[in-house]
């Protein structure tokens, strides 16, 4: 993770202050990985579970960083090191205070879906009529954020933040740091459960963002979901959904083999997707692009050439076999939603899954596997292949009704899955962040 600091003199007089010490350097970025430093960065030195930064600092030195934040010297490497009680708190704090030289309005996203792939659809509209300032991937955690309001600048006109939560009160602390005028929660679904326990945790956690907003903001409200309808918030709202009621009120069309299309208060937007999950996505960004003033014209331009990030319901062709490739996350909505796509799609063979684990998901794994296999009989697949220990469960709720198979070796399932796939298959790829289902698709088609 790496950022370049839009005014450094500006930084550089702020943490004097902040810190309290003389900060004899020129800093012009930021880096918490020594390998991506350039030079000029200031060095974190961030200690993990399998690693500590602090090892890495003469590294950083030859990279050519100019100072290091650190928890505690290392006088055997000759560079300025900033020692401070820890390192992510005190570029949180630093990220606070650099926020209030700015008056921008910030809309922060939020939702246990479809956040980053919104985060980006509005980036991608709205950039379209001036500067816009948003999470680069996904560095919306208590580390990655801080660093991204960092780079907010006096020419950004809006700044869209994408917030992560992984533990009770982690969006809670991202609002404090950013102050958002505008908030928008995707949806809520069970998530990280293992850090979270309940489903009830997990709204409270979420919907910290819309407690947060101020009374003249605006708390935008997926009408579809209804933990989030029931949050609470004294910001104005706006909601959007497929209810005649709501302030943008959508209808959705699947003509037959071709891409979806919505109706949004009476304008035609064409997706060039063919899944519905994203259609939700779409209106909430409309929704947001329009409230903001962005012309319908704008916004039905604009939407047709957004394309995912690689990993995020991301179709891909490889001569006639068809892969969707959706392998950056997994947990039990996303992946329903995902196998719902795979019958969305047209195809003139078969329709194969490859699923890894869903991680985090607690005492209930079992259960939300075992719905997997199920609905994977339920909706036709031909061929159900699993990797992981968790997905065990998934190909005992399958088998004896289709083709299911569970690999503990990735070799063996690629090796199996070339054997298989022909012309005119539709294979969907989906796993946890932490299983690395890409690798798959990556062995199959050598890509």
């Not at 609002?175 to 929660?185: M, N």
């Not at 047709?304 to 076999?321: A, L, Q, Y």
């Not at 990797?387 to 469960?393: A, C, F, L, P, T």
């Amino acid at each position: 993770m790496r950022i370049d600091l839009p005014d450094p003199d500006l930084f550089h007089q702020m943490m004097e202050v902040e810190i309290k010490k003389d900060v004899d350097a020129v800093i012009t970025g930021i880096v918490t990985d020594s390998f991506e430093a350039m030079p000029g960065d200031l060095f974190l030195a961030l200690k993990g579970e399998k690693t500590d930064g602090h090892r890495y600092l003469a590294h950083a030195k030859d990279k050519g960083c100019t100072a290091a934040l650190v928890t505690h010297r290392d006088t055997t490497v000759n560079l300025p090191q900033i020692s401070v009680d820890n390192v992510t708190e005190t570029i949180s704090i630093l990220s606070k205070v650099w926020r209030t030289n700015f008056k921008t309005p910030i809309l922060a996203i939020t939702g246990s879906n479809g956040k980053t792939t919104t985060k980006d659809l509005l980036v991608h509209i709205i950039s379209s009529t001036g500067p816009i300032h948003g999470t680069r991937g996904n560095y919306n955690t208590r580390l990655g954020l801080p660093l991204t309001l960092l780079e907010l600048s006096h020419h950004h006109t809006l700044s869209i933040l994408e917030m992560g939560a992984n533990t009770m009160g982690d969006i809670g602390y991202l609002c404090d740091i950013a102050q958002p005028h505008y908030g928008l929660i995707t949806n809520i679904a069970p998530a990280h459960l293992q850090y979270f326990g309940t489903i009830e945790n997990v709204i409270k956690t979420k919907g910290e963002l819309f407690k947060c907003l101020p009374k003249n903001g605006i708390a935008f409200i997926n009408a579809e979901d209804e933990h989030v309808k029931s949050l609470w918030t004294e910001a104005q709202t706006i909601t959007y959904g497929f209810s005649h009621k709501c302030d943008f009120s959508s209808d959705i069309y699947h003509p037959k083999n071709e891409p979806l299309s919505l109706i949004i208060n009476g304008y035609e937007i064409n997706l060039n997707s063919y899944n519905e999950t994203f259609a939700i996505n779409v209106v909430a960004a409309c929704t947001v692009a329009a409230s903001f003033d962005v012309s319908w014209e704008t916004i039905q331009k604009q939407v047709p050439t957004f394309e995912p990030t690689s990993g995020r319901c991301r179709v891909k062709h490889f001569e006639d076999i068809t892969i969707i490739d959706d392998t950056y996350n997994a947990n039990p909505q996303s992946t329903s939603a995902a196998i719902n796509l795979l019958f969305s799609l047209p195809a003139n063979g078969k329709r194969i899954v490859v699923f890894g684990d869903m991680l985090e998901l607690g005492k209930d794994s079992e259960i939300y596997h075992q719905e997997v296999g199920k609905q994977c009989v339920q909706s036709g697949v031909d061929a159900l292949f699993c990797y992981g220990s968790d997905s065990i469960s998934t190909v005992n709720a399958a088998k004896d009704k289709i083709l299911a198979t569970h690999y503990t070796d990735k070799d063996a399932l690629v090796s199996d899955l070339k054997s298989i796939i022909k012309s005119g298959d539709v294979v969907l790829v989906k796993g946890s962040r932490g299983v690395e289902m890409e690798t798959i698709i990556e062995e199959v088609f050598k890509v």
